[in-house]
Structures are given as structure tokens and as C-alpha cells.
């Protein structure tokens, strides 16, 4: 298996909370990387903060800027001349892009065309010796699974919501420019993320604050819907993999087998919060609130990565029952960064979007 060595690096989206992740593992794990420059817009869901650790690395430079924006990112290329492109950066946010999805068809579909663009005009059409583009993609784009089975990077791309109506468009546009313009790309397609430093729009982090503030616990329509869960340590483990070993034109799956229905995994939450802050058991099982569905809700994701395990090696190694606790831990110790990225955005969107669903989501 001959191994791609990424030298000089673009992140989209480094700032938010897989990207950021992933470019902590990035810098420790590749030999002989230049440079690795961060491009985000800092959108409510992106923070300098979660960079903060790297922020010294002397290979590390961000910049804030828009995806979409063509004059800078050929500039950035023509400045950094970068090997490999990791793109993350997207309006991530299913309950968003149901309440309004044009900053979703911006970014994802007509930011990743950009990239694409630029990519493909900078590298030439002999790239796949020397050139990567990781496409960072969800399994949201296969569509809705019932109680069995799993996806494989073979499933048909049949989206529900608008936000996996955009990835799934933009996964298209990756494919068409690696077959058009022979672009070396590779499409990676992972299920739900959980860790530190995730926004609490998202249902973990969400949980996790509201079980500790004593908030409602919002479980939409009855917490039937299953969701497989991967630590995004993980996942950043397998996009440096997937540049590494991963075939131009190829997808790849990355999965753990963690999977749980969302009423039991809010449950755990409870619970584990209570055990942290020393209350009573029960004490916030008794805030969950069930509350207005979700429209369309996909009832069950799950992928089968096989093809990641035997063709690049990959293994998630982190198991959810480990480190639920320690994520808990985290959102719990960590009230500084909970200020630091609550924003009057934020906080809008929550207010509106759980008054409007029978729930009392409120501040973030
Ligand atoms: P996130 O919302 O935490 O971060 C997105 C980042 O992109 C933010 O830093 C934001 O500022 C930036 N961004 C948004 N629009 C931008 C623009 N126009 N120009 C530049 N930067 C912009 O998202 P996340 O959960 O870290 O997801 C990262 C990627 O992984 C996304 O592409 C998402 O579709 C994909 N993904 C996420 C999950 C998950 O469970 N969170 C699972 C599979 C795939
Ligand atoms: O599957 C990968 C996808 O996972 C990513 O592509 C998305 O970017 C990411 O946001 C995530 O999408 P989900 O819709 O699965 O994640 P979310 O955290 O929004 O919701 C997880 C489940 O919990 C889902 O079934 C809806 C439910 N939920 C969510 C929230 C926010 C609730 O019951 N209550 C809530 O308040």
C-alpha cells in the first residue's frame, strides 16, 4: 500500500468542532508537513478558541475568510501551493437547513464548487501522484434506514433533509470533477460525531448542558430515531487516512458499530450528569420533554466500513461506553468555553426553534 505524505495542507471549516479536532491530528501525526492553514469564516458555529492549542505551532496559520469567496482561495493556493485539501466546512445543522436552507446551497454546494474550481485549475489534470482533495461528507446523503442493515459506500444517495440534499449535491460535484478533470479526490462518509468542543445545537452537548442547568431535555417525538456514534478523534484518525492510503475516485465509509436510539443515549447523559454533579438519581431523567418531531426525521443511519477497515486500515478505537463519561466530563468542566462560543445567533435559533416545538429549549 503506498502511502501519500500530505506536506503542505488546507482545512475548511478548522475552526469548528470535527475540523478543529482534526487539525490537532493532523499536526501530530504528519511527518514532514510545512504548513497547515485553516480557512473559516467563523460562522456562529466556528471558534478561534478551539484552536487555541495549536495556535503557536509555528506550521499553523489561520485565516478567516469564506469558501466561497474565489479571488481568496486562489490566492491561498497560489501562496501556499497546497498538496492536500481536507474540506470540512459546511452549515452543518440538520434543524437549520429545515427552518431555512440557503446558507446551506451557498456553502456546501456552491462553496465546495469553489474549492473544486480552484483545485482543479491550480493542480492541472496529473495530479494523483502529488495532490489529495478529502470531501468530507456524512452518511446523511444514503438517506433513511429501518431497524436493519447498514449503508455501503455503494448505496444510492437519496437525501431527506436539505441539509443532506447539499452534502449529497456536493459529493456529485466532487465526483464529477474528479471523472471531468481527473481532480484527485477521495469522499469520506461518517456518521454522527460526538467529543469536546462541539456547538450544544447538536443533541449530545445539548443534553449534557441542559441535564446540568436543570433545562428541559428536548427528545423529539418519541427518541425512537437511532444514530451511530464515532469520536471525532476518530474520525480525524481516518481523514488523515484517507489522504494517506485513499484511491482517487473512491468513497469511504467510517463508522463505529456504537449505535443507540436517542432516548437511551439521553437517558445515559442524565444520568451521568447527575452522577458528576452528585444528585439524586432520576433527578434529570425527570427533565426529559418530549417534544414536536422533527419534519422528515430519518429514522436510522448506520454504515457498514468495511471497505475503510481492509483497504485503509482504519479501526475506530474509541468506544462510546468510555468515552460518553469523559465528553460529559468535558462539556462539565469547561463552562469557559460554553461562554466563549455562545453567541446572540445561537441563542436566537435555540429560543425560536424550541418555543416553536412545544419545548422550553431556551439559551443555550
Ligand atoms: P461545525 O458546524 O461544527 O463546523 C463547521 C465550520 O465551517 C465552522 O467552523 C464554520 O465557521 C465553518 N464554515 C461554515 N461556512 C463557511 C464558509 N462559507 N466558509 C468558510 N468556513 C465556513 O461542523 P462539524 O460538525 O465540525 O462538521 C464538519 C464537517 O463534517 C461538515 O462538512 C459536516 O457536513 C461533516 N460531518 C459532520 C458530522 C457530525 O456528526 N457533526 C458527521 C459526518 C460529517
Ligand atoms: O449522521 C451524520 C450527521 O449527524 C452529520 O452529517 C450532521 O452534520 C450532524 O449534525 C448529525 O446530524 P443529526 O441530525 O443526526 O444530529 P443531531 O445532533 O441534530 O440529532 C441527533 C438525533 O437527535 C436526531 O435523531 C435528532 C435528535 N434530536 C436532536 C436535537 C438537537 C432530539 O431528539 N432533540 C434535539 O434537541
Known sequence: ??????????????????????????????????????????????????????????????????????????????????????????ESHVDRSIDAADAFVRTNVAGTFTLLDVARRAWGPDAAASRRFVHVSTDEVYGALGPEGEFTEDSPLCPTSPYAASKAASDLF??????????????????????????????????IVHAAEGRPLPVYGEGKQVREWIHADDHADGLCLAAERGVPGERYNFGSGDESSNLELVTRVADLVDAALGRPEGTARAQITFVEDRKAHDFRYAVDCSKAKEQLGFLASRALADELPRTVAWYLANEDWRRAVATDEHARFQRAHYAGRGGQGGRP
Do not use: W
Not at 19 to 48: C, K, N, Q
Not at 176 to 196: E, R
Open 174 to 207: 466532487v465526483g464529477s470533477f474528479y471523472k471531468t478533470h481527473g481532480l484527485p479526490a477521495v469522499i469520506t462518509n461518517t456518521c454522527n460525531n460526538y467529543g469536546p468542543r462541539q456547538l450544544p445545537e447538536k443533541l449530545l452537548p445539548l443534553m
Open 1 to 90: 500500500m503506498s502511502t501519500f505524505r500530505p506536506r503542505r495542507v488546507l482545512v475548511t471549516g478548522g475552526a469548528g468542532f470535527i475540523g478543529s479536532a482534526f487539525v490537532r491530528r493532523a499536526l501530530a501525526r504528519f511527518d514532514g508537513l510545512d504548513r497547515l492553514v485553516v480557512l473559516d469564516a467563523l460562522t456562529y458555529a466556528g471558534h478561534e478558541v478551539n484552536l487555541a492549542e495549536v495556535a503557536d505551532d509555528a506550521r499553523f496559520r489561520f485565516v478567516r475568510g469564506d469558501i466561497c469567496d474565489h479571488p481568496l482561495v486562489a490566492r491561498l493556493f497560489a501562496e501556499d501551493d497546497y498538496d492536500t485539501v481536507f474540506h470540512l466546512a459546511a
